[in-house]
């Protein structure tokens, strides 16, 4: 089981990044997905997470109305539309698959994690 986190990168403040989470050896139709960051001296923070089926989604409130997640199963594909990037969105980005969701939060034990890709927000 694989899922390769990429797209990150260099970006000024106020712009945009996509972030895309590509599984291999697990079908993502099966799994909750959520997108995690950890910034440097700070606990893993999970801020948005879409569910299996019906496409529920979380997001923490420092993402909200900024970042969007989206699932194509067809590509077994994950996706993070990142716009109105700020400094504070520096990170290290990380995806993950597990079997449950919330509508309140991100669930840190989900069962698969990718190794992650780095965003910096830098002008």
């Known amino acids: 089981v694989q899922l390769q986190a990429s797209g990150g990168g260099l970006v000024q403040p106020g712009g945009s990044l996509r972030l895309s989470c590509v599984a291999s050896g697990i079908i993502l139709d099966y799994y909750a997905i959520g997108w995690f960051r950890q910034a440097p001296g700070k606990e893993r923070e999970g801020f948005s997470c879409?569910?299996?089926?019906?496409?529920?989604?979380y997001y923490a409130d420092s993402v909200k109305g900024r970042f969007t997640i989206s699932r194509d199963n067809a590509k077994n594909t994950v996706y993070l539309q990142m716009n109105s990037l700020k400094p504070e969105d520096t990170a290290v980005y990380y995806c993950?698959?597990?079997?449950?969701?919330?509508?309140?939060?991100?669930?840190?034990?989900?069962?698969?994690w990718g190794q992650g890709t780095l965003v910096t927000v830098s002008s």
């Open positions: 993950a698959a597990g079997t449950y969701y919330s509508d309140y939060y991100c669930p840190v034990d989900y069962d698969y």
């Open positions: 879409i569910s299996r089926s019906d496409g529920r989604t």
